[in-house]
Nanobody
Framework: QVHLVESGGGLVQPGGSLRLSCVVS????????????MGWYRQQAPGKQRELVA????????NYVDSAKGRFTISRDGAANTVYLQMNNLKPEDTALYYC????????????WGQGTQVTVAS
């Protein structure tokens, strides 16, 4: 079973920055996050569909939703099996519950969503 634990969210003013972390653990291989496509998703309101914000493929290609381009950077650490999302110049519309998962989600042994980490951008 694969476990996902997100952290790093918080309350930040517009224009501020946050770095989210997602530790992947459980019955996984060393360098799991390097071997599979991983992504960061966000849900802006309960019941609203999760949106893929950023993804990184097994060969290192990165993709971003248009609203995140130039502001967000996804990265990973294979030795720590951790995926990061650096978010700069945050805007109120970035307020959401952020999750990591495989891309597409619920693949490669991942059967659940983690608890997510809340990001709130407000003055």
């Amino acid at each position: 079973q694969v476990h996902l634990v997100e952290s790093g969210g918080g309350l930040v003013q517009p224009g501020g920055s946050l770095r989210l972390s997602c530790v992947v653990s459980g019955s996984i291989s060393f360098n799991y996050v390097l071997n599979y496509h991983m992504g960061w998703y966000r849900q802006q309101a309960p019941g609203k569909q999760r949106e893929l914000v950023a993804s990184i493929t097994s060969n290192g290609n990165r993709n971003y939703v248009d609203s995140a381009k130039g502001r967000f950077t996804i990265s990973r650490d294979g030795a720590a099996n951790t995926v990061y999302l650096q978010m700069n110049n945050l805007k109120p519309e970035d307020t959401a519950l952020y999750y990591c998962n495989s891309a597409p989600p619920l693949n490669w042994g991942i059967r659940y969503w983690g608890q997510g980490t809340q990001v709130t951008v407000a003055s």
